[in-house]
């Protein structure tokens, strides 16, 4: 049974760092790309970006570069998402994705990491 | 911000037919297939429609989604209270090398 499993909530202040993971298990964590979703309050969903863990290959959306790393560790199958300075508008629930590559579909979700930031 | 344009509510009463939106452009909908996404209030969401037409094992067959041209459609037809969620559609977009989701809809029977 493909499962991706998130950290924790968090409650952070503006300007510190942070590290989320995402543990997938139940398939081959090199064959599927693997990314992030974000819901901010009262808001739609955002795409973010993803990975291929086979070779690292990384794609972000135009609001998320810069502001925001996705990595991956391919020997425990988990991956990241990271930001060095907090803002209060990074408030938000974020969901691991497993995207399939024929339609770029994202077939497996998370259960979410809330992230709420404020001083 | 969204390349794919969503109403933002749709409403029915139990047993109607409920249709939704999704209008996009050249870079998306027009050369890439089509998702729907189901999110139900304090859940994570979940695929709904892949390929534009495909329904993912366990979805009923009262889900259906179409694609012509840069648009695409989600139908629900039979209404139950059970549908009552946000839905979410989605491509890859080919300028941006990424997905786009939908602004959303909110779908609610009355």
């Known amino acids: 049974e493909v499962q991706l499993v998130q950290s924790g909530a968090e409650v952070e202040k503006p300007g510190e760092s942070l590290k989320i993971s995402c543990k997938a298990s139940?398939?081959?964590?090199?064959?599927?790309?693997i990314g992030w979703v974000r819901q901010m309050p009262g808001k739609g969903l955002e795409w973010m970006g993803i990975?291929?863990?086979?070779?690292?290959?990384?794609r972000y959306s135009p609001s998320s570069r810069g502001q925001v790393t996705i990595s991956a560790d391919k020997s425990i199958s988990t991956a990241y998402l990271q930001w060095s300075s907090l803002k209060a508008s990074d408030t938000a629930m974020y969901y691991c994705?497993?995207?399939?590559?024929?339609?770029?579909?994202?077939?497996?979700w998370g259960q979410g990491t809330q992230v709420t930031v404020s001083s | 911000q969204s390349v794919l344009t969503q109403p933002p509510s749709a409403s029915g009463t139990p047993g109607q037919r409920v249709t939704i939106s999704c209008s996009g452009s050249?870079?998306?909908?027009?050369?890439?297939?089509v998702n729907w996404y189901q999110h139900l209030p304090g859940t994570a969401p979940k695929l709904l429609i892949y390929?534009?037409?495909q329904r993912p094992s366990g979805v009923p067959d009262r889900f259906s989604g179409s694609k012509s041209g840069t648009s695409a459609s989600l139908a629900i037809s039979g209404l139950q209270s059970e549908d009552e969620a946000d839905y979410y559609c989605?491509?890859?977009?080919?300028?941006?090398?990424?997905?786009?989701f939908g602004t959303g809809t909110k779908v609610t029977v009355l």
């Open positions: 994705v497993r995207m399939y590559s024929s339609g770029h579909r994202h077939d497996y």
């Open positions: 139940g398939y081959s964590f090199t064959d599927f790309w």
């Open positions: 990975i291929y863990p086979a070779d690292s290959d990384t």
């Open positions: 050249s870079s998306n909908i027009g050369v890439n297939t």
């Open positions: 390929s534009n037409n």
């Open positions: 989605a491509a890859w977009d080919d300028s941006l090398s990424g997905n786009v």
